[in-house]
């Protein structure tokens, strides 16, 4: 079964400043990956896709970017941080049998 | 386009059954799931239902579908406090090929 690990679980960044986040897969290959950004009072938001290296669908515009330079590596990135990015991100790929199997994510706050 | 609507809250008493409702908006849903999220965690499956079914039931848990009102909801019996968490209802038109789509979660509170 797959197992997705994400780092780092919290991070305070301030604002302007640039982000990183990092997810990867073991127990599968070419797997689609999915960013998810959860924030307060607004469920689950999809904000990237990707179905296989280099291949990136943005569902939200915004100032986030996404990368996959790898087959089990999804990067999560921005130049410069709002307070609006503030928020719980969660990585996710197709599960064994059906449904996803989440992250444990990672809890951004940009002050 | 799709969309998943759920009650945001619900609080019951440990013992008492809960029951937590959701709708959706695209007829071409083939499986339907819930999942649970427990306070700083990620997001755990708990169960899912394919379209031709009207019922699923796994112990506690017991899901019905009604299609023709695109009416899901999930009941939980003998409900406990370790119950508490978020639960959300999520579609997809094809299981783990497309993105799926969540409601905003319901708060489910269970009072000892």
């Known amino acids: 079964s797959q197992t997705i690990h994400q780092w780092p679980a919290t991070l305070v960044q301030p604002v302007g400043s640039p982000l990183s986040l990092e997810c990867t897969v073991e127990?599968?290959?070419?797997?689609?990956l999915y960013w998810y950004r959860q924030a307060a009072g607004r469920g689950l938001q999809l904000l990237f896709y990707s179905v296989g290296i280099g291949q990136i669908s943005s569902e939200v515009p915004q100032n986030l970017s996404a990368s996959r330079p790898q087959d089990r590596q999804f990067i999560l990135s921005s130049k410069k941080l709002l307070l609006s990015d503030s928020g719980f991100y969660l990585c996710?790929?197709?599960?064994?049998?059906?449904?996803?199997?989440f992250g444990s994510g990672t809890r951004l706050t940009v002050v | 386009g799709e969309d998943v609507e759920q009650s945001l809250f619900l609080s019951v008493r440990e013992g008492d059954s809960s029951v937590i409702n959701c709708t959706y908006t695209d007829s071409s849903s083939t499986y339907l799931y819930w999942y649970k999220q427990e306070p700083g965690a990620g997001l755990q499956l708990l169960t899912y239902?394919?379209?031709?079914?009207d019922m699923k039931q796994d112990q506690r848990l017991t899901v019905l579908l009604n299609k023709k009102d695109k009416h899901l909801s999930l009941r939980i019996a003998d409900t406990q406090t370790g119950d508490s968490a978020i639960y959300f209802c999520a579609e997809s038109i094809n299981s783990g090929n497309t993105p799926l789509v969540f409601g905003k979660g319901t708060r489910l509170s269970v009072i000892a």
């Open positions: 996710a790929c197709p599960g064994g049998g059906t449904g996803y199997t």
């Open positions: 239902i394919f379209s031709n079914m």
């Open positions: 127990g599968t290959s070419n797997p689609n």
